[in-house]
């Protein structure tokens, strides 16, 4: 860009040399003309000298005419030049702010890359702390799922198991195996507040099927078509305990309500009175 710029000022300085020297010829054509015609006044008859002199003005005219016209090209191109190279100098302050921005974003996405490698450095510390963090949740939710409400125990289990096989194999990737982890946590967790009803297996009686119903983990009941007798899981003593006085109709209304087959409406579940 400096030599460009070098160039631009040398070609400026020779236009406007040659405007001088054209404008200096003209002035020097003009004093030539002049003395001529003077001098071939001296000579002649009044006269003829008259009309000498008006010749000799005539072509002084005509030429200081093509002398302004020399001067005024070279004022265009001298103009002409002056345009160009401010623009050039406009163009050259324009590219080095563009230069200066894209260093700007440059520089930031050098910092960029250096977090990102900075942080793909410490993946495999914190994939080292995740396996052994992932297998205590999943003894743990193993462990408190067995000392629960013993309901959908099956379903539960399989669930923790197939959470288990995800962190033994290593096809998996840590993320996933994670998810996994965190989903088997939230299905446990929504179900301390949800309430639901299916049929089951008689826990006493494998033979016979029952209406199970459970209120988050407050209360877990079933109540048996046969007799339509109902037992409530005690969990101190782990087992089940014979309802007495049992509102059956109000059972079978919380059955409807749990399954979506009749509107919400308050339901009657049957509670142990805290010592």
Same mark, same amino acid.
């Given at each position: 860009m400096k030599v460009k710029r070098k160039n631009? =000022?040398?070609?400026?300085?020779?236009? %406007? @040399?040659?405007?001088?020297?054209? @404008? &200096?010829?003209?002035?020097?054509?003009?004093?030539?003309?002049? !003395?001529?015609?003077?001098?071939?006044? #001296?000579?002649?008859?009044?006269q003829a000298q008259l009309e000498s002199a008006l010749s000799a003005a005539r072509q002084s005219t005509a030429s200081s005419a093509a002398a302004q016209r020399q001067v005024n090209e070279a004022d265009d191109v001298a103009g002409s030049a002056v345009r160009e190279y401010r623009a050039v100098l406009q163009q050259l302050d324009n590219t @080095?702010?563009?230069?200066? $921005?894209?260093?700007?974003?440059?520089? &930031? $996405?050098?910092?960029?890359?250096?977090?990102?490698r900075n942080q793909l450095g410490t993946v495999e510390q914190i994939k080292q702390g995740m396996s052994p963090m992932m297998l205590r949740m999943t003894v743990e939710l193993e462990d408190s799922i067995r000392a629960d409400v013993p309901f959908r125990l099956t379903e539960r289990l399989a669930r923790v198991q197939r959470?288990?096989? !995800?962190?033994?194999?290593?096809?998996?990737?840590? !993320? +996933?195996?994670?998810?996994?982890?965190?989903?088997?946590? @939230?299905? /446990?967790?929504?179900?301390?507040?949800?309430? +639901?009803s299916y049929q089951g297996v008689h826990p006493e009686e494998p033979g016979n099927v029952v209406d199970f119903i459970r209120f988050g983990r407050t209360s877990y009941i079933f109540l048996d078509k046969r007799d339509d007798s109902a037992k409530r899981y005690d969990?101190?003593?782990? &087992? %089940?305990?014979?309802? =007495?006085?049992? =509102?059956?109709?109000?059972?079978?209304?919380?059955?409807?309500? #749990?399954? /979506? $087959? !009749?509107?919400? /409406?308050?339901?009657?579940?049957?509670?142990?009175? #805290?010592?």
């Open positions: 631009r =000022d040398n070609n400026m300085n020779q236009t %406007w @040399k040659d405007t001088m020297l054209i @404008k &200096s010829n003209a002035r020097r054509a003009m004093l030539a003309c002049a !003395a001529a015609a003077l001098a071939v006044t #001296a000579a002649m008859p009044a @080095k702010l563009f230069v200066a $921005q894209q260093q700007i974003f440059l520089d &930031s $996405q050098t910092s960029e890359i250096n977090s990102v959470v288990q096989a !995800a962190l033994a194999n290593p096809a998996v990737s840590p !993320a +996933e195996q994670y998810r996994q982890v965190l989903n088997a946590y @939230k299905i /446990e967790a929504t179900y301390g507040y949800s309430t +639901e969990m101190g003593s782990g &087992s %089940w305990v014979q309802l =007495d006085e049992v =509102d059956t109709r109000q059972l079978r209304q919380t059955i409807r309500v #749990a399954r /979506e $087959q !009749a509107a919400p /409406e308050v339901i009657y579940a049957p509670v142990m009175a #805290a010592n």
